[in-house]
């Protein structure tokens, strides 16, 4: 009878586009390369990655650097909004400001972001069926890496919220048959030189 396995889940922002985001710039893919070399002794069985360019782009960078890992793409690895909270479930006193920010969101991400959210729980996370251990990589955004993190540490839905990740940063999380989901790390840019990390956050967080 088969048995259940650890899955480790790989989230990796795309490197640093450019300002209209149709392409990478120089540094996102320099990014991108580092981050598949850092990769390179991981038994990564699949790539996932989102539609937009950005993300497709970063992703074939970090396989050239695998060999011949599977590559797919996923809607659901895409950049969207993966809950739209209430005020009454934000902190009083910061309530205000993400609910301006929220409102920004187009009535399409609204529409069609928490259902595609959902999706991303039941495809990226939890034990997987058989014997051996899966290694997965999804380079995706912001949003959907602080979705998974939040949920990885039973936060309420809103907290995807001010959970930042820099371009081309790493984190990890453990789905053990039986045991709670583990973050090994979060938001990991070792593989970086210094002039290449914190881009993707506003200059005065840059550290």
Not at 38 to 62: E, M, N
Not at 72 to 97: F, I, M, N, R
Not at 109 to 120: K, N, V
Request: glycine share 8%.
């Amino acid at each position: 009878m088969t048995g259940a396995a650890t899955r480790y889940l790989y989230l990796a922002r795309h490197g640093e586009a450019t300002e209209d985001e149709t392409s990478l710039t120089e540094r996102g893919r320099r990014q991108a390369v580092l981050l598949g070399e850092r990769l390179r002794s991981t038994p990564l069985s699949a790539v996932h990655h989102g539609p937009l360019p950005r993300a497709q782009q970063t992703a074939q960078l970090i396989r050239a650097q695998l060999g011949g890992t599977p590559l797919h793409q996923s809607e659901v690895a895409g950049d969207y909004v993966p809950y739209l909270p209430t005020k009454d479930e934000l902190p009083p006193d910061s309530a205000d400001a993400m609910l301006a920010f929220l409102a920004q969101v187009s009535d399409e991400e609204r529409d069609r972001g928490p259902a595609l959210a959902r999706e991303a729980l039941e495809r990226f996370t939890g034990s997987v069926e058989g014997d051996c251990p899966r290694h997965e990589l999804v380079v995706t955004h912001n949003f959907l890496i602080g979705w998974l993190v939040r949920a990885a540490l039973d936060a309420p839905e809103w907290r995807w919220m001010g959970l930042n990740h820099g371009n081309a940063a790493l984190s990890v999380i453990r789905y053990a048959p039986g045991r709670p989901p583990s973050v090994l790390f979060y938001n990991d840019m070792r593989h970086l030189p210094a002039e290449l990390r914190w881009t993707g956050f506003p200059p005065e967080l840059h550290v």
